[in-house]
């Protein structure tokens, strides 16, 4: 017992001396030490500020597809060669579905906008219906549209606020005469800036104008209708509603294939997700380029370390010294180097990731994965980089090295 405590407590008095011996070989060497551990360093802060910084847009993109409502859906349909398009009575078939609380359609067009000799062409145009404005504060000022508009296919709309200061300058344009197309359409309501934050505005983009889609229909002279919006009261139930409304559509389809797709906003959250993690990856292994540029230093000042201290070594390996313990010396050496620059990479990583989340706007998050890898990975390209040069000082002669004073 007394022989394993004495092997032990000589090892431990090692592996402090030669901790000691470490540091006082760095400090003695603070310019080159310096610019060893800032290779390291610059790689550990940009695999931290990288991949925390997507993290955090992962985690705002995941916030943002909660508030739109998990249970959303849109539905395009191609149709077949009977019914290239859903009519009202479809539409009314699909509200009808249990746990389907409404449906959206969307159509669009594209415009000219004209009003007091002034015009702009290429304008977008959306249709809607009164059942989406309850469900997004789509409307800053004024009203939305009511049953009444779509059955009647009025001639109203909703305009945001660029088309305000276009047309209207200095001018309430509640109550407003603007012409699309050359019709008369009534102004009544502003749009909030906000109003493009649903699913079908995210896939498809925003729209400067909104009008009954039925009146869009007429003005497109069309009579079905190719996009929707499903919403569905509970999200937990969203995987039920898709498969009965598929089951819908192919039989009104005669069960024909690629007939219509259907996009939950779970599948969209997850394919954005994959994406995510790829770049994520993907700038994480960009970025630890530059932690093996910085093994690289290690080894080179090692080698160098090892070049100058040859007589040192070899005074060591004559009064006793075990190959192993210069071999531990030069490893604890590079170790305490790479780690250093590791240590201090993760605080300028997080400094640097939360700095470019705020000023994206960002969810700021701390990736302790990130900090992990971080970490190890520097401890590793210490250890990786510094066993050459610990090898070949624990192999020196020390003939040939005492022959050097």
């Known amino acids: ?23 006082a070989n760095i400090t003695q060497n603070r310019l080159r030490s310096f610019l060893t551990i800032l290779g390291i360093m610059i790689g550990v802060t940009a695999v931290i500020a990288l991949i925390t910084t997507v993290s955090g847009v992962s985690t705002s993109i995941s916030d943002s597809f909660t508030s739109m409502g998990a249970g959303t859906m849109t539905v395009a349909v191609t149709g077949n060669d009977m019914q290239a398009g859903l009519t009202t009575e479809n539409l009314e078939k699909i509200t009808e579905l249990d ?33 989406y404005f309850s469900t997004t504060d789509a409307v800053s000022r004024g009203r939305a549209f009511n049953p009444i508009d779509i059955n009647t296919m009025a001639r109203v709309c909703l305009i945001d606020q660029d088309m305000v200061d276009e047309f209207f300058y200095g001018v309430d344009p509640i109550g407003e005469t603007i012409y699309l197309n050359n019709l008369s359409f009534t102004v009544v309501g ?13 896939v498809s983009g925003t729209s400067d104008i909104y009008a009954p889609y039925t009146t869009v229909m007429k003005l497109n002279d069309a009579t079905l209708v190719t996009s929707i919006t499903v919403y569905v009261d509970s999200a937990a139930k969203s995987d039920t509603v898709k498969t009965e409304v598929g089951d819908y559509l192919d039989s009104l389809f005669s069960y024909e294939d690629d007939t219509y797709t259907i996009t939950t906003m779970d599948s969209i959250q997850e394919t954005m997700d994959s994406m995510l993690s790829m770049m994520s990856a993907l700038l994480g292994g960009i970025a630890s380029i530059s932690l093996i540029v910085g093994g690289i230093g290690i080894m080179n000042m090692m080698l160098t370390s090892v070049t100058e201290r040859t007589v040192e ?44 989340c705020h000023v994206m706007g960002t969810t700021f998050t701390i990736s302790y994965g990130a900090i992990a890898l971080g970490v190890g990975f520097s401890a590793a390209v210490g250890i990786l ?21």
């Open 1 to 23: 017992m007394r022989t394993l405590f004495h092997k032990i407590s000589g090892a431990f008095t090692m592996f402090t001396e030669s901790v000691s011996m470490s540091i």
């Open 99 to 131: 746990d389907v609380t409404g449906v959206t359609p969307t159509v669009s067009a594209t415009i000219t906008v004209a009003r007091n000799g002034e015009y702009e062409s290429d304008i977008s145009l959306s249709g809607k219906n009164d059942y």
């Open 190 to 202: 502003i749009l909030a800036d906000s109003s493009g934050e649903s699913i079908t505005e995210m």
């Open 313 to 356: 070594i070899g005074l060591k390996k004559a009064i006793g010294a075990e190959p192993g313990q210069i071999q531990i010396e030069f490893l604890i050496e590079a170790f305490l180097l790479s780690m250093i620059g590791g240590v201090i990479g993760v605080v300028l990583g997080i400094a640097l990731s939360a700095i470019l």
């Open 385 to 405: 980089f510094g066993w050459s040069p610990a090898r070949k000082a624990s192999n020196l002669n020390p003939i040939d090295a005492l022959r050097r004073m």
